[in-house]
């Protein structure tokens, strides 16, 4: 099983970006998806998240209004598109994949936003 993150860079405040995961080895349809982020010396915290189904969604209050969790089950790919960029949003981004008590996790991709 691999989820692969990509899509990090460096971005202006105000830019976007728009991150993929990428998953092998998985039903990916049957995975409810997150992402996560965690800035240097903080704890790790949830962005986004969205149902196996893509009928529900959910966002932090930082990343309501600016961020959204589109999928593509048919891709086996998830995204999370971020808009309206700011400097707190640099992190590492993580996406999770998780069906009942199984998830697995991408090995991160650096979001830097300069001010």
């Known amino acids: 099983v691999q989820l692969q993150a990509s899509g990090g860079g460096l971005v202006q405040a105000g830019g976007s970006l728009r991150l993929s995961c990428a998953a092998s080895?998985?039903?990916?349809?049957?995975?409810?998806m997150a992402w996560f982020r965690q800035a240097a010396g903080k704890e790790r915290e949830f962005v986004s998240g969205?149902?196996?189904?893509?009928?529900?969604?959910n966002y932090a209050d930082s990343a309501r209004g600016r961020f959204t969790i589109p999928r593509d089950s048919a891709k086996n790919t998830g995204y999370l598109q971020m808009n309206s960029l700011k400097p707190e949003d640099t992190a590492v981004y993580y996406c999770?994949?998780?069906?009942?008590?199984?998830?697995?996790w991408g090995q991160g991709t650096l979001v830097t936003v300069s001010s």
């Open positions: 999770n994949a998780v069906h009942f008590l199984v998830s697995y």
């Open positions: 080895g998985i039903n990916f349809s049957t995975y409810g």
């Open positions: 969205i149902s196996w189904k893509g009928g529900a969604t």
